[in-house]
């Protein structure tokens, strides 16, 4: 039997994951081809390697999620931190790829699916513990990748949240309507 808690973390789970891929999304909107390759230091991370991580471990962590290991031996990690000469159009397209396999994964889980246990490099995790370790991933890497597009984009920049100068109007908007719940399920406990 599914109890409100368990579809409530579900479903938090699930509008948690779209809100970073729409940041993402939103993040990689501002920028052109001749930003994905930049990089503040030689050491750092480009666009389009963040963007190619993320997909190769959507493939690979989503790719059979119930049935068999999250490192697949077809995953060339390596690869994915290798600058390349990947243009925008492709790079856009891994990034759904990897969306699209991770969310074909998550959408039909139910609470039977949380205690399961499922493997990342040979270690065991529930579900509900390999999604919240993959949360926590993609989030760290939509950050960095939100902040390089930040930086790329300069005074084009659209704020993806309260933009600076407007917390004030913001809240007033805010605290003015009907209390609403945010990322959680509607039903009642």
Not at 49 to 54: A, F, M, N, S, W
Not at 105 to 116: F, I, Q
């Amino acid at each position: 039997m599914e109890t409100a808690q368990h579809l409530n973390y579900l479903d938090s789970t699930r509008k948690l994951f779209a809100y970073y891929r729409e940041l993402g999304d939103k993040a990689l909107a501002q920028i052109g081809d001749e930003h994905i390759h930049w990089h503040p230091s030689p050491e750092s991370n480009s666009v389009a390697i963040i963007v190619r991580h993320l997909s190769g471990n959507m493939l690979s962590r989503f790719t059979d999620f119930l049935t068999s290991d999250g490192e697949k031996p077809w995953r060339d990690r390596e690869a994915e931190f290798e600058d390349g000469d990947t243009n925008k159009a492709k790079l856009l397209m891994a990034w759904d790829m990897g969306w699209e396999c991770f969310f074909q994964a998550v959408n039909p889980l139910t609470e039977d699916d949380l205690g399961k246990i499922v493997y990342i490099r040979n270690q065991g995790h529930t579900v509900l513990e390999a999604l919240q370790r993959q949360l926590a991933h993609y989030s760290y890497h939509i950050g960095q990748l939100v902040y390089l597009c930040r930086l790329l984009a300069g005074e084009n920049w659209q704020s993806l949240s309260i933009p600076k100068g407007g917390s004030q109007a913001f809240n007033a908007d805010k605290f003015a309507q009907e209390k609403e719940r945010v990322f959680f399920a509607d039903k009642k406990e």
